[in-house]
């Protein structure tokens, strides 16, 4: 995930110079050595740092993550007010300035209050039928309003070569369907909050008390139908259960209401035929829903969804707002700045050109071939694995192998740049850039059809602090500003970037293999390429990881969903025992003796240091509470430690032995890829 050469740089006063000292890549400070490491890992490796890294106010966590992040958007500052300066350097520069200034044009933006978005209230307020509303429904969602439900064009999972319309389950506003449904006392109160929430919104448009809170109580009641035909998450990532192809018209029959040929051609994609749908059932319950609500009531469910849609962008009585909600939601205390806010928005809307101003400036070639050299030597260790596998067959090994050989690379940044053209970028016009950003991205998307499909095009941007993989182009993508410190670092030793960034390659490669994305063959198609004995094979030791993961409790009372974080589970076993193979191939992997000690640490002991460190971070409990319903990752104490306990080579570096609270029986340990 993550490459950067760091230094402290100290100030020799005395004599006037600057003198370099080399990072404590394994810091003993930052550990707490009073805990036994065979008790708890992640508490030893970074019990100190933990306690004097409180969380920003202005966060809803702290870690590892959250430092790049900060560096990240520093970076993405320093290029937006160069640009914002620049008149002479044309286009790019004109267009990620611009949309910075207008972003930071708090004043104007102050003074034009709900302006921006009283056109659409109006078009909504003429909607006096049904067929108006759906006719409402598909131009809001070409201006980049989507509502109800999802519509996107992406690959046909089963025949990845070409782009098809699919639709997906959608229309609510709270994190998860559980949200709305459940009757214990946060749920009762983030519902609480929310109708409260509401009713202030629409005021703010110039609602009185008790239309506003009617107008809630219809948000409250359509959205909660919505929430109670929606498929779990847990079943959202079953690519089989979610791929249900379908005629156009066998599509409308399922809704006698919708005209979907109608629908799709004034969406853009005129001439579709087939489409794909996520649930079937959730669109029978759609069209229900919309045949029995009074048009009144459907007018509320659009004005809701501009209001929600352009909040963040509007003036400051609805900013706040917004993020007086939000911190019922997460506990976070204070706003996050506004240029954060404004440079993340430019990252996703236009990251394609901030993107090439981040990588002309901070990301270092060597560092893309460094990383290749890396990828390299993970592969050929996964390469081992599959072939010492004593529980698969040759058959399905020779396949595995297959796909393992065909992943593609992308390292940093894109061989080609989107060009936005025909996005309009108004230095005093923040909202209209917006909108004007937004309406190119969904034409962008409706423009793939009939197409072939790009598979240099990437899911990130080179500002972004993350990696990948892509199950349908079978690929594994890692952007610039993961390549940084404690994932990467030029002047560390292997044990630190095989342990860090090395963890994150062999992750990345082994969703490819987890519970879904093993289903995807070596093109990305979608197709059982697995012999039953070896599916049955797998699933036994992917259940024992759910099991295990089960196990694990988070603010006392709440557990883990084994199920739900199961793909990431099975990819960070699998990452870590990859990249400690590969590194002991390396010359420090190899290393033993006083001579290998770096800091009094052996090259095993930093190896698994490194681990422990990247997964660092203090969250506040009504995130980390939002976090287990909805955030497929378990927490980082848990990452952390949940595949230690399952490598052997952990054990022998700490001496971990029965009677410490992370030991488990040789037999018992997990072994999978």
Known sequence: MTKRVTFLLAIAATVGIIAAVPQKFIDPQNMDLSVKPGDNFYQY?????????????????????????????????????????????????????????????SATIEQRGFDPIKPDLA?????????????????????????????????????????LPQFSQGGTTLPDRDYYLKSDARSLKIRNAYHDNLTKMFALIGEEPTQAAQDADVIMRVETALAK??????????????????????????????????????????????????????????????T??????????????????SAPYLSDAFVKQNFAFSRVLTGQKEQTPRWQRISSLIDGSLGDLLGQLYVQKYFKPEAKQRMLTLVDNLEASYKEHIKNLDWMSEDTKRKALTKLLSFRRKIGYPDKWKNYEGVVIDRTDYYGNVKSAGKWSYNYMINRLGKPVDKTEWGMTPPTVNAYYNPVNNEIAF?????????????????????????????????????????????????????????DNFKKRADQVKEQFFGFKVLDSIKV????????????????????????????????GKKSLIDGF??????????????????????????????PHAPGLYRCNGPLSNINAWYQAFNVQPGDKMYKKPEDRIKVW
């Open 123 to 163: 078009r909504i307020e003429k909607v006096n039928n049904k067929a108006a509303f759906l006719d409402e429904l598909a131009y809001q969602r070409t201006q980049s309003n989507g509502m109800l439900f999802g519509f996107f064009v992406g690959q046909d999972r089963k025949n990845v070569t070409k782009y």
């Open 602 to 631: 052996s090259p095993d002991q930093r190896f698994f240091l490194s681990w422990a460190q990247v997964w660092r971070i203090n969250v506040l409990p009504e995130t980390e509470a939002q976090l287990i319903m909805t955030d």
């Open 479 to 535: 952007p610039a500003a993961i390549l940084q410190f404690p994932f990467f670092d030029f002047n560390a030793d292997d044990a630190i970037n095989y342990g860090g960034i090395g963890a994150v390659i062999g992750h990345e490669m082994t969703h490819g293999f987890d519970d879904s994305g093993r289903q995807y063959d070596a093109d990305g198609t979608l197709r059982d390429w697995w012999t039953k004995a070896d599916a």
């Open 229 to 290: 035909a929606q498929m779990p998450r847990v079943d959202l990532r079953d690519p089989y259960k979610t791929y249900n192809k379908l005629t156009v018209s066998g599509f409308s029959k399922l809704t006698p209401s919708i005209n979907w040929a109608d629908q799709l051609t004034k969406y853009g994609a005129k001439g579709q035929d087939t489409i794909l749908v996520q649930s079937p059932a959730f669109f029978r319950s759609l069209d229900s829903l919309v």
């Open 45 to 105: 490796a970074n019990g100190s740092w933990l306690k004097k890294n409180a969380i920003p106010a202005s966060k809803t966590s702290w870690g590892s993550f959250n430092e790049l992040r900060e560096k990240s958007l520093d970076a993405m500052k320093s290029l937006l007010e160069e640009a914002s300066k620049t008149t002479t350097k044309g286009r790019l520069y004109q267009m990620v300035g611009d949309y910075y200034v207008s972003g930071m044009d």
């Open 561 to 592: 969903n084994g199920q739900l974080t199961l793909g990431e589970n099975l990819a960070d076993l699998g990452g870590l025992a990859i990249a400690y193979d590969a590194f002991k191939k390396t010359a420090q992997g190899k290393s033993s």
């Open 292 to 309: 029995a609500t009074p048009i009144e009531e459907l007018r509320t469910y659009m004005r809701w969804n501009i209001l929600k849609g």
